[in-house]
């Protein structure tokens, strides 16, 4: 069974930074393509960044320039760095993980960006 468990959440002045984490347990890391969602209250959740196994990535247009994700298959573990952050990235941020025949989701992390 796949766990993923996202860290480095908090609350953040505009312009401010923070690095969310999520590591990755019960299934062979490199194999899967791996990403963020992010969902403010009352609001659909949305794509964020996404990875694929050999290090291509996708960002939503509201985290190009600002947001970078990155993987470490050595410690099982996606990253999304982001930077200039604003009031409206404001959201709980899931991490995830895609196999052949499902997506597996994370808890979620609270970021809160003040202004």
């Known amino acids: 069974q796949v766990q993923l468990v996202e860290s480095g959440g908090g609350l953040v002045q505009a312009g401010g930074s923070l690095r969310l984490s999520c590591a990755a347990s019960g299934r062979t890391f490199s194999s899967h393509a791996m990403g963020w969602f992010r969902q403010a209250p009352g609001k659909q959740r949305d794509l964020v960044a996404a990875?694929?196994?050999?290090?291509?990535?996708n960002y939503a247009d509201s985290a190009k320039g600002r947001f970078t994700i990155s993987r470490d298959n050595a410690k099982n573990t996606v990253y999304l760095q982001m930077n200039s952050l604003k009031p409206e990235d404001t959201a709980v941020y899931y991490c995830?993980?895609?196999?052949?025949?499902?997506?597996?989701w994370g808890q979620g992390t609270q970021v809160t960006v003040s202004s």
């Open positions: 995830y993980l895609d196999t052949p025949t499902r997506r597996y």
């Open positions: 990875i694929s196994t050999g290090g291509n990535t």
